[in-house]
């Protein structure tokens, strides 16, 4: 195992647009490739608006349609790990959930992780939002081991769920890798603050990738890309704009916070339990 990891993350800005998307995709992850990183991260539903109603028009199968084709043969040619942000998926039952889909460096499919918290909400600031009108919950846990990092990978809401990175950590996962698109209202209340929490409770480092804000959208992204260690400290962030991200990982850093303040070890499992289903 490499004892360190470039991960780069595209911030990038999304239109009503699916090919332009995709190009810019594309453009960024190259760049993040030619500084270095060997795990590139794409944000939530990087294709399409993040609206619920277009979810459906915008709903490709995984990892067979246009965009999952588009970033095996990305992943192929930059020689990266790639986490494919998230997209909506459609399956062969025409169900559509919120999907990131994983590519390695020879363009191989590694896995996909669907969404398993809908972002269903009605928030004091009058933003409204039902994931549940058009998307399906996924059903598991998604971990990607790779000779670089063992990963775990969440999506959005899923992050404010304790449990689910628990589980995740306790399952030898490194890096939690979080596509998101937390809006103007919860990102400045709660981004940061769920992103080291996460890193703190289960000594792993965490990346959170966001979309850039786009001031013509419906929905106003809130941006602000971070990756954060072991120990709650953070080691790249980003403001609202468009932008490629970079850290360096020294996975070391898990064992050293983990010798130093063994929390794991010192869970009361005589008390409490927390089991996969």
Not at 61 to 80: Q, V
Not at 103 to 122: S, T
Not at 193 to 211: H, S
Not at 266 to 275: A, C, E, F, V
Request: net charge neutral; glycine share 6%.
């Amino acid at each position: 195992m490499k004892a360190n990891l470039r991960i780069g993350i595209c911030q990038m800005m999304v239109v009503d647009d699916k090919e332009s998307n995709l190009r810019k995709a594309r453009e960024m992850i190259r760049k993040a490739s030619r500084q270095g990183c060997n795990l590139v991260v794409l944000p939530e539903m990087f294709n399409c608006p993040y609206e619920s109603m277009a979810f459906p028009s915008y709903a490709e199968p995984i990892p067979n349609g246009e965009t999952s084709l588009l970033l095996s043969r990305t992943a192929r040619d930059e020689h990266i790990y790639l986490v494919g942000g998230s997209i909506p998926e459609i399956d062969s039952g025409g169900r559509i959930f919120n999907s990131c889909p994983v590519f390695g460096p020879d363009g191989q499919f590694l896995g996909c992780h669907r969404k398993v918290h809908l972002f269903d909400v009605d928030l004091e600031s009058g933003l409204s939002f039902r994931e549940s009108d058009t998307l399906k919950a996924g059903n598991n846990l998604t971990i990607i081991p790779t000779p670089a990092a063992t990963l775990g990978i969440l999506i959005c809401y899923d992050i404010r769920f304790p449990e689910l990175s628990r589980l995740l950590s306790l399952s030898g996962v490194q890096v939690l890798v979080v596509p998101a698109a937390f809006n103007t209202t919860t990102g400045p209340a709660h981004w940061e603050i769920l992103l080291r929490t996460r890193a703190i409770d289960n000594q792993v480092f965490v990346v959170g990738a966001a979309p850039a804000t786009n001031p013509v959208a419906s929905y106003h992204a809130w941006g602000h890309s971070m990756v954060v260690d072991p120990w709650g400290s953070v080691l790249a962030s980003t403001g609202s704009t468009e932008t490629v991200l970079w850290a360096d990982l020294d996975l070391s850093r898990i064992e050293q916070v983990r010798k130093a303040l063994p929390l794991l070890r010192h869970r009361r499992t005589d008390l409490y339990t927390l089991k996969r289903r």
